[in-house]
């Protein structure tokens, strides 16, 4: 793990949330929860990071992150790049760090990146100028710590700051989920009492990960009293084509169904990081269904991402 802080305590990149401290943690949902903002009004904007200059740099497929990143950063007055990747010299076999030295040259102060490569967001970060910060948008199956922090803030709106009176269950590919992981990191953070983890055996993270977690191989036994249900795709890309489960047998074991979500506590909330397999992992009427946060979900990641994106970049030594 690397260094994400500067030499005075403050945070300069995020490529991970596991050392962030409780208090480091609710500071950024508050400052996130002040950029909220409700469906049909004005977003938040002003003009805290003008003159920045934000480089989105995603080599795996994204709709939300990327998105709520360059919106974030537009609504905070930064300028924003989104280079494509396929067509940029990466292509021509450039490295992801020769991308970015390049980008710094041209005044860049922080890098938003996607890589399906364990390790290479940090391998930027420990790289770069020391102006120069570094974000996670989803590393290989390690990590999305901008999810984590959404997913987290969509907890408190519906649930109360009380982590410690929640039980929240993960259900899914577990094994191969960046999003479970910061989940994790996150909601133990926060002193979550209890934390579930529901997977077939095949999709089970590995013994010694998610220390804190209970397991469990049903949704039947791992679902009675949990509070928030978050539910995760299961990430073909990450697994062998012997692997992959049949969607239907899949659905018919683990898929949350109305019936299933009775299980759950009565006011229990629904999660889904999305991109969703409706009728694989979630029945389309529990996705669209009254119980569900997952188009609240989205709407947080705009607020968080303008937080975190502050936090890097105010921070640093080129604040205005
Ligand atoms: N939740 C999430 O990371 O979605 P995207 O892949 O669309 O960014």
Same mark, same amino acid.
């Given at each position: 793990m690397i260094n994400q802080?500067?030499?005075?305590? #403050?945070?300069?990149?995020?490529? #991970?949330?596991?050392?962030?401290?409780?208090? &480091?943690?609710?500071g950024l949902l508050q400052r996130a929860g002040a950029y909220v903002c409700a469906p049909g009004k004005l977003p938040p904007q002003n003009q805290n990071l003008a003159g920045?200059?934000?480089?989105?740099?995603?080599?795996?497929?994204?709709?939300?992150?990327r998105v709520s990143f360059e919106l974030a950063g537009r609504?905070?007055?930064?300028?924003?790049?989104?280079?494509?990747?396929?067509?940029?010299?990466?292509?021509?076999? &450039?490295?992801?760090?020769?991308?970015?030295?390049?980008?710094?040259?041209?005044?860049?102060?922080?890098?938003?990146?996607?890589?399906s490569q364990p390790g290479v967001v940090a391998h930027v970060a420990r790289n770069v100028m020391p102006h120069v910060s570094v974000l996670s948008a989803g590393e290989a199956h390690v990590s999305h710590p901008t999810q984590g922090l959404l997913d987290a803030l969509t907890v408190r709106q519906f649930k109360g700051e009380r982590f410690d009176r929640l039980t929240i269950a993960i259900v899914g590919d577990i094994r191969h989920s960046r999003v479970a992981r910061s989940a994790? &990191?996150?909601? #133990?953070?926060?002193?979550?009492? +209890?934390?579930?983890?529901?997977?077939?055996?095949g999709l089970m993270p590995p013994e010694g990960e998610f220390p804190n977690g209970q397991?469990?191989?049903?949704? &039947?036994?791992?679902?009675?009293?949990?509070?928030?249900?978050?539910?995760?795709?299961i990430q073909k890309e990450r697994m062998a084509a012997?692997?992959?489960?049949?969607?239907?047998?899949?659905?018919?074991?683990?898929?949350?169904?109305?019936?299933?979500?009775k299980l759950a506590k009565p006011d229990a909330i629904v999660m889904h990081p999305q991109p969703m397999n409706r009728g694989i992992e979630i029945d389309s009427s529990v996705a669209d269904g009254p119980q569900s946060v997952i188009r609240t979900q989205v709407s947080n990641g705009v607020a968080v991402r303008m937080?975190?994106? +502050?936090?890097?970049?105010?921070?640093?030594?080129?604040s205005k």
């Amino acid at each position: 793990m690397i260094n994400q802080r500067r030499a005075d305590g #403050t945070l300069r990149h995020l490529t #991970t949330l596991e050392g962030l401290r409780r208090d &480091e943690i609710e500071g950024l949902l508050q400052r996130a929860g002040a950029y909220v903002c409700a469906p049909g009004k004005l977003p938040p904007q002003n003009q805290n990071l003008a003159g920045f200059t934000i480089g989105n740099l995603f080599t795996e497929p994204s709709t939300r992150t990327r998105v709520s990143f360059e919106l974030a950063g537009r609504r905070l007055g930064a300028d924003v790049v989104n280079l494509e990747v396929q067509l940029s010299s990466q292509a021509k076999g &450039e490295t992801m760090l020769d991308t970015v030295h390049t980008l710094e040259s041209l005044h860049f102060d922080v890098f938003v990146i996607r890589d399906s490569q364990p390790g290479v967001v940090a391998h930027v970060a420990r790289n770069v100028m020391p102006h120069v910060s570094v974000l996670s948008a989803g590393e290989a199956h390690v990590s999305h710590p901008t999810q984590g922090l959404l997913d987290a803030l969509t907890v408190r709106q519906f649930k109360g700051e009380r982590f410690d009176r929640l039980t929240i269950a993960i259900v899914g590919d577990i094994r191969h989920s960046r999003v479970a992981r910061s989940a994790y &990191e996150v909601f #133990t953070g926060l002193g979550v009492g +209890e934390l579930r983890l529901i997977a077939p055996p095949g999709l089970m993270p590995p013994e010694g990960e998610f220390p804190n977690g209970q397991r469990f191989t049903s949704p &039947e036994a791992g679902l009675p009293g949990a509070d928030v249900v978050m539910m995760l795709r299961i990430q073909k890309e990450r697994m062998a084509a012997a692997d992959i489960p049949d969607g239907d047998d899949y659905f018919a074991r683990y898929g949350l169904t109305p019936d299933r979500l009775k299980l759950a506590k009565p006011d229990a909330i629904v999660m889904h990081p999305q991109p969703m397999n409706r009728g694989i992992e979630i029945d389309s009427s529990v996705a669209d269904g009254p119980q569900s946060v997952i188009r609240t979900q989205v709407s947080n990641g705009v607020a968080v991402r303008m937080a975190v994106l +502050e936090a890097v970049a105010l921070s640093g030594s080129r604040s205005k």
